[in-house]
T-cell receptor, first 115, second 113 residues
């Protein structure tokens, strides 16, 4: 079946602009995660959704970052007043949710470049 | 919070040799340890994982060992092939997979043909 998909694959914007990044999880996966990966680093956690609600948003760096998942499937990561330091690959992952240990499946990421 | 460190940062081996990648973690509450492989321009792909109730797990040429007392775990790849060349990340989670993963910085593995 289809994996996690993310759009756009690349986004170039200017400092101060607003951007939206979209994630389509694997069908039936109730848990969804956003991570950010800077060059030469491992992914860093941003936010985790279980269903429609944000169960853990402790990784969001500041209030310019916001994410939603209104119907418990597709999620959008929103960044206001972008800064050059926001440039990174934004990864989305999903898992089956529920009890037990469920693998997180990652999408290909959106490469965000802030000029 | 959790801190995961990987050593070394780069590793080069001859095709057919074994490769070992080591990670340490700091939070004794961590109990789920996945390994991911990331190829250029792609997202990380899970290759193997281990829970804290086992010390070793094997899947064909790949194995992972866990030492909870020392807080370290290792990835072992035998009979390496050029297609094993990639960046490998270890990660840890304190409450299972339905929680945030803390990743190491990654290691670039190069397999020389």
């Amino acid at each position: 079946g289809a994996g996690v998909s993310q759009t756009p694959s690349n986004k170039v914007t200017e400092k101060g602009k607003y951007v939206e990044l979209r994630c389509d999880p694997i069908s039936g996966h109730t848990a969804l995660y956003w991570y950010r990966q800077s060059l030469g680093q491992g992914p860093e956690f941003l936010i985790y959704f279980q269903g429609t609600g944000a169960a853990d948003d402790s990784g969001l760096p500041n209030d310019r970052f916001f994410a939603v998942r209104p119907e418990g499937s597709v999620s959008t990561l929103k960044i206001q007043r972008t800064e050059r330091g926001d440039s990174a690959v934004y990864l989305c992952a999903s898992s089956r949710g529920g009890t037990g240990y469920n693998e997180q499946f990652f999408g290909p990421g959106t490469r965000l470049t802030v000029l | 919070g959790e801190n995961v460190e990987q050593h070394p940062s780069t590793l080069s081996v001859q095709e057919g040799d074994s490769a070992v990648i080591k990670c340490t973690y700091s939070d004794s509450a961590s109990n789920y340890f996945p390994w991911y492989k990331q190829e250029l321009g792609k997202g990380p792909q899970l290759i193997i994982d281990i829970r804290s109730n086992v010390g070793e797990k094997k899947d064909q040429r790949i194995a992972v060992t866990l030492n909870k007392t020392a807080k370290h775990f290792s990835l072992h790849i035998t009979e390496t092939q050029p297609e094993d060349s990639a960046v490998y990340f270890c990660a840890a989670s304190p409450t299972g997979a339905n929680s945030k993963l803390t990743f190491g910085k990654g290691i670039t593995l190069s397999v020389r043909p």
